[in-house]
């Protein structure tokens, strides 16, 4: 579910769950979170690799597990995430992000959690909340627009549309690009420049670029478990997995 290397000082995190194509199911949630717990705790790590498939870095949540639920299930679905979310962005320790393939809803936002986001040049990324009638979520509201600026991430998040790796780079999403099949070589090339660097002054910058997150989970929090029970919701899932346009009402 999660493969977890090592060399030196930098340590490879890679979702590998092929048959959902590395989508946030509750069972990849839970080893992404035990994982970022053992590196964190691992005095030895000075920079984490985070990175997918050939295909798919991470096409978001897994939707064959949404729809209507108790209000209680989805605020722990949530729970779940942000620890993961806090985990990230609160580490010690910097994050890059080599993506290959697909990176779409919640995979775009763990994306946006890293500090460096090296992209093959065959790399898709796409906001996707909106089409199965959810807000964004997985931190996005706080991290894009502070990589992007308000406007862009206002397109982004609103529009939904496909972005190419260099429209990306172009946006800011992307700090490089190479060529596809190489976002994994030039991350560990820029992980093993930043193991190199004093670590206090890394944990400290990543520590106050963090600052207002909390809030955003908050509110983040309480908007997707009430969405998770409209009708809209339910509409976009059903359209999902019928391969039609969805129609939403607004309820």
Same mark, same amino acid.
């Given at each position: 579910?999660?493969?977890?290397?090592?060399? %030196?000082?930098?340590?490879?995190?890679?979702?590998?769950?092929?048959?959902?194509?590395?989508?946030?199911?509750?069972?990849?949630?839970?080893?992404?979170?035990?994982?970022?717990?053992?590196?964190?705790?691992?005095?030895?790590?000075?920079?984490?690799?985070?990175?997918?498939?050939?295909?798919?870095?991470?096409?978001?949540? %897994?939707?064959?597990?949404?729809?209507?639920?108790?209000?209680?299930?989805?605020? %722990?679905?949530?729970?779940?995430?942000?620890?993961?979310?806090?985990?990230?962005?609160?580490?010690?320790k910097p994050f890059i992000a080599?993506?290959?393939?697909?990176?779409?809803?919640?995979?775009?936002?763990?994306?946006?959690?890293?500090?460096?986001?090296?992209?093959?040049?065959?790399?898709?990324?796409?906001?996707?909340?909106?089409?199965?009638?959810?807000?964004?979520?997985?931190?996005?509201?706080?991290?894009?627009?502070?990589?992007?600026?308000?406007?862009?991430?206002?397109?982004?998040?609103?529009?939904?549309?496909?972005?190419?790796?260099?429209?990306?780079?172009?946006?800011?999403?992307?700090?490089?690009?190479? %060529?596809?099949?190489?976002?994994?070589?030039?991350?560990?090339?820029?992980?093993?420049?930043?193991?190199?660097?004093?670590?206090?002054?890394?944990?400290?910058?990543?520590?106050?670029?963090?600052?207002?997150?909390?809030?955003?989970?908050?509110?983040?929090?309480?908007?997707?478990?009430?969405?998770?029970?409209?009708?809209?919701?339910?509409?976009?899932?059903?359209?999902?997995?019928?391969?039609?346009?969805?129609?939403?009402?607004?309820?």
């Open positions: 579910m999660i493969e977890i290397s090592k060399d %030196d000082a930098v340590v490879l995190l890679r979702l590998n769950d092929p048959e959902r194509r590395n989508a946030l199911s509750m069972p990849l949630r839970l080893a992404l979170l035990d994982a970022l717990r053992e590196v964190e705790a691992d005095t030895a790590v000075r920079a984490v690799i985070l990175a997918g498939g050939d295909k798919f870095f991470c096409p978001g949540g %897994d939707v064959t597990a949404m729809g209507e639920q108790p209000k209680i299930a989805a605020l %722990d679905r949530m729970r779940i995430l942000h620890e993961i979310v806090r985990l990230m962005a609160y580490s010690s080599a993506v290959e393939g697909w990176a779409v809803g919640g995979g775009l936002s763990l994306a946006m959690l890293c500090d460096t986001v090296v992209a093959g040049r065959g790399a898709r990324f796409k906001a996707g909340f909106g089409e199965i009638g959810m807000a964004p979520d997985t931190g996005i509201l706080f991290t894009l627009p502070r990589r992007v600026g308000v406007g862009p991430a206002r397109q982004i998040l609103l529009y939904n549309e496909v972005m190419d790796c260099e429209q990306a780079h172009g946006l800011g999403i992307v700090d490089q690009i190479v %060529d596809a099949g190489a976002a994994l070589d030039k991350a560990r090339t820029l992980a093993s420049k930043l193991a190199q660097k004093p670590p206090l002054p890394i944990a400290l910058t990543r520590s106050v670029l963090a600052a207002g997150l909390d809030d955003v989970l908050l509110r983040e929090r309480e908007i997707q478990a009430m969405l998770f029970s409209s009708t809209d919701h339910l509409e976009g899932r059903a359209a999902f997995f019928e391969k039609r346009p969805a129609t939403f009402k607004g309820n």
